[in-house]
């Protein structure tokens, strides 16, 4: 029997992960604070749930896809929340990336219902929700995990069980801050080479080919050139990302001594008023502090 699939929050990468799952054949229930996606996916075939609590209790399996630690406390855990609707037996899989300590204390606090929860945040951004191509990196019981994977399978390629709850969110912290901090670099190295006189695609067409090369350097590395930041993912969920990735290196004394020179480039852009900007858009601010 294929398990009842429930999803929570229907934005730039839930939607089309939700599409997905559709497409893949599994009964769906869906809700979103915004109506427009929830009536596009109810035309495709899914079940519209009024509220967290109703969308769990008609699913086996309920995935959340948020923005923030509080909007996942909120639905897991607050009133008319998933886990007043959820029943024993049942799974939880959150999809966000947020605090891996409050994973963990919402992880404990199904667990005492008798409910799993999985932490399985990715990567890859709106292409690789809509492509299924997803990078998913999951935290929780291997038994949870056996019982999520043709999930994940229908969402996405590289799926890691990277350890207990919260270790999903640990190895998302670390994508998060590898991103960034590449992001930055070949922003820094394109406009290097545009005020230098140099063609910029040209030198992004040679770094491609040695060991500079990176996806980041091949999309990103576009979108700085075609000054083309429409979001894949936004500054403002980086900055947020980039917090904690701050957090989890000063709980465990771990030096990022690069990476906070990022954070404090994606807060100049948040401040800005550049935070709805993809994250590549790094490079507007990287051009605005140069000509102060």
């Known amino acids: 029997m294929v398990d009842r699939i429930g999803f929570i929050g229907l934005g ?24 427009g996606p929830v009536d596009e996916l109810v035309a495709a ?6 509220d967290p609590a109703e969308v769990a209790a008609a699913s086996d399996i309920t995935i959340t896809m948020l923005p923030d630690t509080p909007d996942v ?11 007043e609707g959820a029943v024993p037996g049942s799974l939880v899989i959150d999809m966000s990336s947020i605090d891996p300590g409050a994973t963990r204390t919402m992880a404990a606090a199904f ?32 038994v949870a995990f056996r019982r999520a994977t043709p999930i994940f399978e229908a969402l996405g390629k590289s799926i890691v069980h990277v350890g207990p709850s919260g ?9 998060q801050l590898v991103v960034a901090a590449t992001i930055e670099a070949v922003a820094e190295a394109l406009l290097l080479a545009e005020r230098s006189g140099v063609d910029a695609a040209k030198v992004r067409a040679a770094l491609l080919g040695g060991f500079a090369g990176s996806k ?11 000054r083309s930041f429409a979001p894949g993912f936004r500054i403002r969920l980086h900055r947020k990302d980039a917090r904690i990735v701050e957090e989890a290196a000063s709980a465990t004394s771990t030096p990022i001594p690069a990476f906070t020179v990022v954070a ?14 993809d994250h590549s858009g790094l490079f507007v601010e990287l051009e605005r502090l140069t000509s102060r």
């Open 264 to 277: 404090r480039q994606l807060q100049r852009a948040v401040d800005a008023g550049d935070g709805e900007l």
């Open 111 to 142: 667990d005492a219902r008798g409910i799993a929860m999985l932490d399985a945040p990715v990567s890859g951004g709106e292409r690789g929700a809509i492509d299924a191509a997803l990078s998913i990196m999951v935290g929780g019981s291997d």
């Open 12 to 35: 730039i990468m839930g939607k089309p992960m939700a599409r997905n799952l559709l497409a893949a054949g599994f009964d769906l229930t869906v809700q979103s604070r915004s109506a």
């Open 73 to 83: 406390e909120l639905v897991l855990a607050g009133p008319r929340g998933v886990i």
């Open 216 to 226: 980041i350097l091949e999309v990103h590395g576009q979108r700085m050139l075609d």
């Open 167 to 175: 270790a999903g969110q640990v190895a998302k912290a670390c994508n």
């Open 45 to 50: 075939g899914a079940t519209r749930g009024s």
